[in-house]
């Protein structure tokens, strides 16, 4: 926002003074911020078989089968891995997605989402 001049007729109607022309002191500083993004989180479990949480993490997150077994198998040894960052509103339908994907063959396969730092 640019400084400018400003009639001051504060004492106005009926006064007898002059009007000032005075400076806002005060600048409008207008900060843009990208939105967070957020990671999708890949949950270890006992039951879902490896070749299906690779299958489920090339259609959901259209990872290639060298990244999805990367991915299965540090969440199998691990517990968790991120699988991808996204918007948030992304980041959660896909997450959705997966553990849907999972459920709807009786797999407790589990996806979840945390903003990042
Ligand atoms: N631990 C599972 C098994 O041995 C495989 C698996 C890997 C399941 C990663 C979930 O996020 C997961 N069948």
Redesign the pocket.
Known sequence: MQNRPCIDDSLTPGATMSKTATLPRTKTETKVQRPRLHKVI?????????DF?VQVLKAVFRLNETQALNV??T??RKG??VVAVFAQDIAETKAARGTEAGAAKGYP??FGTEPEE
């Open positions: 890949l949950f270890n479990d006992d039951y879902t078989p490896r949480v299965m198998m969440a199998h968790v891995c396969l589990r």
